[in-house]
T-cell receptor, first 115, second 113 residues
Framework: GDSVTQMEGPVTLSEEAFLTINCTYT??????LFWYVQYPGEGLQLLLK?????DKGSNKGFEATYRKETTSFHLEKGSVQVSDSAVYFC?????FGRGYQKVTFGTGTKLQVIP | DTAVSQTPKYLVTQMGNDKSIKCEQN?????MYWYKQDSKKFLKIMFS???????INETVPNRFSPKSPDKAHLNLHINSLELGDSAVYFC????????????FGPGTRLLVL
């Protein structure tokens, strides 16, 4: 089946540093790609998404571009804040028949931003 | 108003017991999910229901039984709890046509002793 691989954490950065979290995927079709964020003690929230090749998803200063040629969807932010400390999940959606789809999540990357 | 709510938030119990976790969503979504997140934050889908119909049933022990009395509720019953069941269980919901935009509940932290 389809799968998502993301870089292992934890990633520790100083405030205002540049962030990249790598994500690559394996898919037989043309999945949609997303990033979810999980703040401490909470459930996941959709951060951004891209539905086709070369689309760029963006939200709250985070960006990710759907790269079909490299099967990647890396998450970037130019200047991180302490409040960005969370676990970030890369994910894709795949169809599995009867018109249904399901989301497959990566293993999560913990980001810690220090003042 | 809470969009997706779960009860209880914490559950500590002995091995061998039976327990239930309840989930309700007030977003008008037609699809609901149960996920298990282990101590390493790995998130795995367990079940998904669309309009009360089971559509995803991953490789989960049959001690786990979901029940959806209506499309706003999805409960999870676990029989004969084992140590390895300790995890955080998340309920989520979405529209079938927008499966990527899932709304997650706050999680139920289950500890089996």
């Amino acid at each position: 089946g389809d799968s998502v691989t993301q870089m292992e954490g934890p990633v520790t950065l100083s405030e205002e540093a540049f962030l990249t979290i790598n994500c690559t995927y394996t898919a037989t079709g043309y999945p949609s790609l997303f990033w979810y964020v999980q703040y401490p003690g909470e459930g996941l929230q959709l951060l951004l998404k891209a539905t086709k090749a070369d689309d760029k998803g963006s939200n709250k200063g985070f960006e990710a571009t759907y790269r079909k040629e490299t099967t990647s969807f890396h998450l970037e932010k130019g200047s991180v804040q302490v409040s960005d400390s969370a676990v970030y999940f890369c994910a894709l959606s795949e169809g599995f028949g009867r018109g249904y789809q399901k989301v497959t999540f990566g293993t999560g990357t913990k980001l810690q931003v220090i003042p | 108003d809470t969009a997706v709510s779960q009860t209880p938030k914490y559950l500590v119990t002995q091995m061998g017991n039976d327990k239930s976790i309840k989930c309700e969503q007030n977003l008008g979504h037609d699809t609901m999910y149960w996920y298990k997140q282990d101590s390493k934050k790995f998130l795995k889908i367990m079940f998904s229901y669309n309009n009360k119909e089971l559509i995803i049933n991953e490789t989960v022990p049959n001690r786990f039984s979901p029940k959806s009395p209506d499309k706003a509720h999805l409960n999870l019953h676990i029989n004969s709890l084992e140590l390895g069941d300790s995890a955080v269980y998340f309920c989520a919901s979405s529209q079938r046509r927008e499966v990527e935009t899932q709304y997650f509940g706050p999680g139920t932290r289950l500890l089996v002793l």
